[in-house]
């Protein structure tokens, strides 16, 4: 699709990204604003996380339910503690071994979040991402990110800038290409607010994956 001629895309090398367009696309981010931007098999919507009005971006710009909670990601396992209640033990195991990577996790989360981050849930999915631009943005705004798929809610998500929707990229504020993404079905999503925890979506990393990883928590 062809892009409006003021959309501004910045081009960014998907395994070295340049300090400054990285610190370029997580100002726009910090001054509440919403940016394209690549995860490890889609391009997502990257906001502040914990910025309220810049949430209800992303839901207006993907025309999503709010009924409907964002998952984030975050640059460091200590910014779990602004996030969550609790880190279980099982929780911590599933994190040494697939983080980052492709697990979202579901916690319980802290009563202080925007209420449309969490759809006025009690809780969050969480996630490190592995792509270097993500992981690097993530760390250059220094908190959580949205990163729900940058397409119009019901669509197919993007691998490429060029598959984003019209509607989508005509309100975003910045478009950070990295080139072709995978693709694919995206995380395996795990909630670990119950014990055992149960798997609620299989996707990238096999679901026996996880459960050998939970059994040899409980052999010791």
């Known amino acids: 699709m062809k892009k409006p001629k003021s959309l501004k895309i910045i081009q960014a090398d998907p395994l070295n990204p340049r300090d400054d367009h990285i610190v370029a696309c997580s100002q726009i981010i910090k001054d509440g604003g919403v940016i394209v931007f690549p995860t490890q098999y889609l391009y997502g919507l990257g906001a502040d996380a914990l910025n309220a009005k810049a949430v209800d971006r992303v839901f207006e710009i993907k025309q999503r339910s709010y009924h409907k909670p964002l998952l984030v990601l975050i640059p460091y396992r200590k910014d779990l503690t602004k996030l969550v209640q609790h880190v279980s033990s099982a929780a911590v195991h599933i994190m040494n071994c697939f983080w980052p990577g492709a697990v979202t996790l579901i916690f319980k989360a802290k ?46 998500g993007c691998s490429t800038v060029s598959d984003i929707d019209p509607r989508i990229s005509d309100k975003v504020d910045l478009i950070l290409d990295a080139g072709p993404l995978k693709g694919g079905i995206g995380s395996t999503v795990v909630d670990v607010t119950v014990d055992p925890p149960i798997i609620l979506r299989e996707g990238a990393i096999p679901a026996k994956d996880i459960f050998f990883v939970l059994e040899t928590l409980q052999m010791r």
């Open 111 to 156: 009563n202080t979040l925007p209420t449309n981050l969490t759809a006025d849930t009690d809780k969050i999915g969480i996630r490190m991402p592995q792509h270097p631009v993500a992981l690097a943005l993530s760390r250059s705004v220094g908190g959580p990110l949205t990163a729900t798929s940058a397409n119009i809610t019901g669509d197919s």
